[in-house]
Nanobody, 115 residues
Framework: QVHLVESGGGLVQAGGSLRLSCAASGSIFSSNTMGWYRQAPGKQREWVAIISSSGITDYVNSVKGRFAISRDNVKHTVYLQMNSLKPEDTAVYYC?????????WGQGTQVTVSS
């Protein structure tokens, strides 16, 4: 069983920064692609950023140049550094990983950006 626990959300003014963390259990972490997703009120959950086991990253266009995903394979943690935050970044942010054994999500952490 894989457990993912997000932290680091909160309330920030537009233009501010937050760093989200996702702590993962189990040896699955270092060999897995990890992703951050978000769901705003009344909208579908969307992919935000992913990082492969070798550190290759990709981002949705709306956050490119503002967000950065990284991972620490010793601490089994993946991070999402969010800079220049905008009100439209307000959402619950989720960590995800997947394998042939299953599809795993954290419980989410709320990010609210005030204008």
């Amino acid at each position: 069983q894989v457990h993912l626990v997000e932290s680091g959300g909160g309330l920030v003014q537009a233009g501010g920064s937050l760093r989200l963390s996702c702590a993962a259990s189990g040896s699955i972490f270092s060999s897995n692609t990890m992703g951050w997703y978000r769901q705003a009120p009344g909208k579908q959950r969307e992919w935000v950023a992913i990082i492969s086991s070798s550190g290759i990253t990709d981002y949705v266009n709306s956050v490119k140049g503002r967000f950065a995903i990284s991972r620490d394979n010793v601490k089994h943690t993946v991070y999402l550094q969010m800079n220049s935050l905008k009100p439209e970044d307000t959402a619950v942010y989720y960590c995800r990983t997947w394998s042939i054994l299953g599809d795993y999500w954290g419980q989410g952490t709320q990010v609210t950006v005030s204008s």
